[in-house]
T-cell receptor, first 115, second 111 residues
Framework: ETGVTQTPRHLVMGMTNKKSLKCEQH?????MYWYKQSAKKPLELMFV???????ENNSVPSRFSPECPNSSHLFLHLHTLQPEDSALYLC??????????????FGPGTRLTVL | RKEVEQDPGPFNVPEGATVAFNCTYS??????FFWYRQDCRKEPKLLMS???SGNEDGRFTAQLNRASQYISLLIRDSKLSDSATYLC????????????FGEGTQLTVNP
């Protein structure tokens, strides 16, 4: 049973649409992350938030816009996406921003298809 | 060179077999190491952390060799439920939580 939830689980959108992905963690963690998992590729880190502040943007295109209103919630706003952005988007959280063995716990992901 | 490189697989083994997965990492400053398991169309879940002295959890044994920058996972007496993709994961440093994932090694355990 995961303490990290994501909605929606599936999303189909056109290239001109604007949509948002939502992540909520119920674990009392202080760090949250967005990852992208494309077919036959390793997970790619997109953004890191520590105590609501963005600490890492892994050269992500501006058509992806994250928002972290508090330590428990994380959003990923999407606009004018491309078909190659179709992937599984995973949210994760960890107890603290850094340190060794700071294990991350993943949500079930949103499977995004851009038409 | 990939930052985290795993056996390409896939591995197909019979129930009860012992199977080992290997992983190498390129950043010698890496601080912590994990094996995650990912079932088809599901999220990754932590299987075990890998400590310097090696550690065991039931049928699973993880080893770390810092000098060779090498991590391994051994599964003994494999079960059908062990079928999944196994991800080698490395934390780059103590100042952050940047996890770098390998591409994964797919395991199928056959009856």
């Amino acid at each position: 049973e995961t303490g990290v939830t994501q909605t929606p689980r599936h999303l189909v959108m056109g290239m001109t649409n604007k949509k948002s992905l939502k992540c909520e963690q119920h674990l009392g963690h202080n760090a949250m992350y967005w990852y992208k998992q494309s077919a036959k590729k390793p997970l790619e880190l997109m953004f890191v938030y520590n105590f609501k502040e963005q600490t890492e943007n892994n050269s992500v295109p501006s058509r992806f816009s994250p928002e972290c209103p508090n330590s428990s919630h994380l959003f990923l706003h999407l606009h004018t996406l491309q078909p190659e952005d179709s992937a599984l988007y995973l949210c994760a959280s960890s107890p603290r921003p850094g340190g060794a063995y700071n294990e991350q716990f993943f949500g079930p992901g949103t499977r995004l298809t851009v038409l | 060179r990939k930052e985290v490189e795993q056996d390409p697989g896939p591995f197909n083994v019979p129930e009860g077999a012992t199977v080992a997965f290997n992983c190498t990492y390129s950043n010698s400053a890496s601080q912590s190491f994990f094996w995650y398991r990912q079932d088809c169309r599901k999220e990754p879940k932590l299987l075990m952390s890998v400590y310097s002295s090696g550690n065991e959890d039931g049928r699973f044994t993880a080893q770390l060799n810092r000098a060779s920058q090498y991590i391994s996972l051994l599964i003994r007496d494999s079960k059908l439920s062990d079928s999944a993709t196994y991800l080698c994961v490395v934390n780059e440093g103590t100042s952050g939580s940047r996890l770098t994932f390998g591409e994964g090694t797919q395991l199928t355990v056959n009856p």
